[in-house]
């Protein structure tokens, strides 16, 4: 029986990483279901923020990646409508899987157009129903969203959901008769080491934050915990500025910090480059104001660091398990409480939390059913 056709479009895609989560999430997709569906992604020719197209790949042409991977990458300069209309029209495929919400380009063209073809499409919000995504720049997103409620197009349509929080968020949104199916996002394949030795002592932590700098990852919220915390603290930054005037507003708290807090900006960094980072690295500090998944999250605990993150993501209840801390945002307090727990934490019980993260991750990624659902997303 041949395999059923995927068109998978995304902003950004390998060889890209500047813009995270959605990247991963696309990409690791591909990768654990190449064997049940074939895939093709119409993407971008530049990452993230960047100008300057990929090297080695050919632009505005269909490329078969080392790894056996279908791409075409638009230039920016071709990536019109007509274009997109003429592309999609000479592909044979069974349905589409849109990998954003809102974008001009990858969602919003390709749904006119393909639902004029009638072609039945899936489409995966990676996170941007939440109510706090949703609140920034809403008078531009509400209007969106109650259009494509109110049109036919959703009738050819269902949505990929990464958790039941986020399934919940999009029957807000569309309404209760809507189709969604839940499926965790899939995390890379990777191994986990035979063990993580970090030395720590009492009074000093290292932290680290992965994330673009933009409002909704909350950097500007960390920065002010951290503010209020007693003994050394080194906090590494990691990530492409998205918004450029609320990182103007995380300088200018950068710059008020007290002399035990040593906190500094380092820029963006490839996925391949993150274990390397957290080699010395005890905790990830990452108050997101939402997640539908959080790569970042998991590759932390696989580098035996526990995540401090917002209740905002799958990950929660990991106090319970010694795998992490989740906390509500709206509770400053506590978020400043468990800093100062795990600054005083000495080596040994560091290592039981680190192990203890350790084996959540590796519980989690084997997981029989996570390919299951996965599978049935485009049954």
Not at 171 to 196: C, D, H, W, Y
Not at 251 to 280: R, T
Not at 324 to 352: A, Y
Not at 360 to 367: E, K, L, P, R, T
């Amino acid at each position: 029986m041949p395999k059923k056709k995927i068109l998978l479009f995304s902003d950004w895609f390998y060889p890209g990483f500047m813009a995270g989560g959605p990247i991963q999430s696309s990409y690791n997709l591909i990768t654990h279901l190449k064997d049940y569906y074939e895939f093709s992604v119409i993407t971008r020719d530049t990452d993230y923020t960047d100008t300057i197209p990929y090297k080695g790949i050919k632009s505005d042409a269909w490329n078969t990646l080392p790894n056996g991977m279908r791409v075409y990458y638009f230039s920016e300069k071709n990536l019109s409508y007509p274009n997109m209309s003429k592309l999609i029209e000479s592909e044979e495929f069974d349905l589409a899987y849109l990998n954003s919400m809102y974008s001009p380009r990858f969602t919003i063209m390709p749904l006119f157009i393909l639902h004029k073809l009638g072609k039945k499409v899936v489409l995966a919000p990676r996170g941007m129903l939440a109510p706090t995504a949703i609140a920034i720049k809403s008078w531009k997103k509400k209007p969106f969203l109650l259009w494509i409620r109110n049109s036919k197009m959703i009738k050819n349509m269902w949505f990929h959901a990464a958790s039941d929080h986020e399934a919940e968020h999009i029957r807000q949104v569309f309404g209760k008769k809507v189709e969604i199916r839940t499926a965790p996002n899939l995390p890379g394949k990777m191994e986990l080491p035979v063990s993580v030795e970090k030395r720590k002592e009492p009074g000093t932590v290292n932290l680290m934050n992965v994330a673009r700098v933009s409002p909704e990852k909350n950097l500007h919220y960390a920065l002010e915990i951290l503010q209020h915390v007693k003994g050394k603290v080194k906090f590494d930054i990691y990530g492409p500025v998205y918004d450029y005037s609320y990182w103007e507003k995380c300088k200018e708290i950068l710059a008020k910090l007290p002399p035990n807090i040593e906190a500094e900006y380092l820029g963006p960094i490839s996925k391949e480059s993150i274990p390397n980072a957290m080699k010395d690295v005890h905790f990830l500090l990452m108050p997101t104001q939402g997640e539908n998944f959080g790569h970042t999250i998991l590759e932390a605990m696989f580098c035996g660091c526990p995540p401090i993150i917002s209740d905002q993501t799958p990950w929660i209840s990991l106090e319970r398990v010694k795998a992490g801390f989740d906390v509500s945002l709206q509770d400053q307090k506590r978020f400043e409480e468990v800093l100062h727990r795990v600054v005083t934490m000495d080596s040994e019980e560091f290592k039981t939390w680190s192990e203890g993260t350790r084996a959540y991750a590796f519980n989690f990624i084997n997981n029989p059913k996570l390919l299951e659902q996965s599978v049935n997303v485009f049954a």
